[in-house]
């Protein structure tokens, strides 16, 4: 199955040229109908003119409510063809999305958080993290739900911290991990491999290998713990 996509971006969107890559590479099988940003300088609209896919800038300050700004975007990804069938991709989208867009999108919304939660929610988690002198840190992707990076999980992967290292040098390595599991989420989400239960999110086994563990690849002379595993192309 191909799954149909929408991204939502605020900012740079590595995390979309992630997927873009991924796609484009044939190992997701997944197709971007529409990339939406609200704010106009989102170097992420420059990346979807660049592989000529759809999108739009929807300035949230246009609108007279969250509730009608959301309308708006649920209205454009609708007719982009993101259908029940497809996910909505939050990629650094800095807003928190309304009860009304995530009941027209159920169980198919899912976000990308630098940290691992329940630990330093929020807009500033590598940071908080680094801050906070934690040991090991790293990045979720998981369902998005009323609360703020709160809904079930689907992946996580966990980097070691370096004692004195600032928010921007732990980011870094936080996000080379960031490129890999969350294409690989989605392409779980096509194959319709997750099952919700609860709080917990489910994989369905299947015959594919997992990619080589440790990855050595996030810096050098470290490693990092990606669960569930990582499969082949990821």
């Not at 609200?38 to 800038?57: L, T, W």
């Not at 370096?162 to 040098?169: C, L, S």
């Amino acid at each position: 199955m191909t799954l149909p996509i929408a991204v939502l971006v605020s900012g740079s969107g590595s995390n979309l040229q992630s997927i873009i890559d991924r796609i484009e590479e044939g190992v997701l099988d997944a197709e971007i109908k529409l990339v939406i940003s609200n704010k106009p300088g989102a170097y992420g609209i420059e990346r979807a003119q660049n592989h000529d896919i759809p999108h739009r800038v929807l300035l949230h300050t246009d609108y007279r409510s969250r509730e009608a700004f959301d309308e708006a975007m649920m209205e454009a990804i609708r007719e982009s063809g993101v259908d029940e069938t497809g996910v909505v991709v939050m990629a650094g989208f800095m807003r928190i999305v309304t009860p009304g867009f995530l009941k027209a999108f159920e169980h198919r919304v899912i976000n990308i958080h630098p940290a691992l939660l329940p630990s330093f929610a929020g807009v500033h988690g590598q940071s908080d993290a680094a801050d906070y002198g934690v040991k090991i840190s790293g990045c979720t992707v998981h369902f998005v739900d009323e609360e703020m990076d709160h809904g079930p999980v689907i992946i996580q992967a966990a980097v070691p911290c370096q004692a004195g290292e600032d928010g921007d040098v732990l980011g870094s390595r936080i996000l080379k991990l960031e490129h890999r599991v969350f294409p690989q989420a989605l392409q779980w989400l096509a194959e319709e491999r997750l099952v919700i239960e609860g709080r917990h999110v489910r994989l369905k086994v299947s015959g594919q290998p997992c990619a080589t563990q440790p990855m050595a690849d996030v810096q050098p002379n470290t490693c990092a713990l990606v669960w569930p595993p990582l499969e082949k192309g990821f």
